[in-house]
Structures are given as structure tokens and as C-alpha cells.
């Protein structure tokens, strides 16, 4: 049976191998933030705080996505991810009781 040497680390691609060309947006979903918070079962999970950490690692917007029905998404979770973000984008369908969310919270932008 032959040796084979074992390597000793892993290559990771780092942001200076990925180029990012001008005019690029880096925009993060936090669609399944409140899914994953939903299943921890634990209400400490806040999507402003990861909002802010996002932009803090150098984001240029944030993103959720919503369904009529608002779960597992909050209606705290618009507004503490409007407060947080400097670019918010806000996805969802087309509905009165959703517009008026989107009208109260005011994102930057709304894809419906």
C-alpha cells in the first residue's frame, strides 16, 4: 500500500481571489434567518443584529422575503431590519395587507 501525504490544509477562496467588478451590488437574503429561528425555538434570534453585523462585513443591502401569511417572518422583523439596515429590500407578493406593512416600514425597495 503507497503513502499518500495528507494535506495539512484546506485552500478557502478568500475576497481577494473573487473580484468584484464595479458597479457590483452585494445584497444578503435573510429569508431563512426566521425559519432557522423558528426551529432553534429561541426568540433571541434578532435579524436587526444580523443586519448590522452583515453590513458591518460589507454588504450593500439587505434582503428579506415575505409571505402573506408572515411566517415564520415578524412583523418586528420588518421594522427592526428597517431600523438596522441602511439598504433594505423587501420581497413579496402583491397584497393589500402586506402594502401597508411595506408602507409603514418604508424599505428602500419592494419586489414584488
Not at 422575503?65 to 408572515?70: K, M, P, S, T, Y
Not at 415564520?72 to 397584497?95: C, K, T
Amino acid at each position: 500500500m503507497k503513502n499518500t501525504p495528507v494535506p495539512t490544509a484546506i485552500p478557502i477562496a478568500t475576497a481577494a481571489d473573487t473580484p468584484i467588478r464595479p458597479g457590483m451590488k452585494i445584497v444578503v437574503s435573510l429569508d431563512s434567518w426566521p425559519a432557522l429561528r423558528e426551529l432553534a425555538g429561541d426568540d433571541r434570534a434578532d435579524l436587526g443584529l444580523a443586519a448590522s453585523v452583515a453590513e458591518l462585513a460589507g454588504v450593500d443591502a439587505v434582503r428579506l422575503g415575505i409571505q402573506e401569511e408572515l411566517a415564520p417572518v415578524r412583523e418586528s422583523d420588518v421594522i427592526a431590519l428597517r431600523a438596522a439596515a441602511r439598504a433594505f429590500e423587501l420581497r413579496m407578493p402583491v397584497s393589500p395587507t402586506l402594502a401597508k406593512l411595506a408602507l409603514s416600514a418604508r424599505p428602500d425597495r419592494v419586489v414584488l
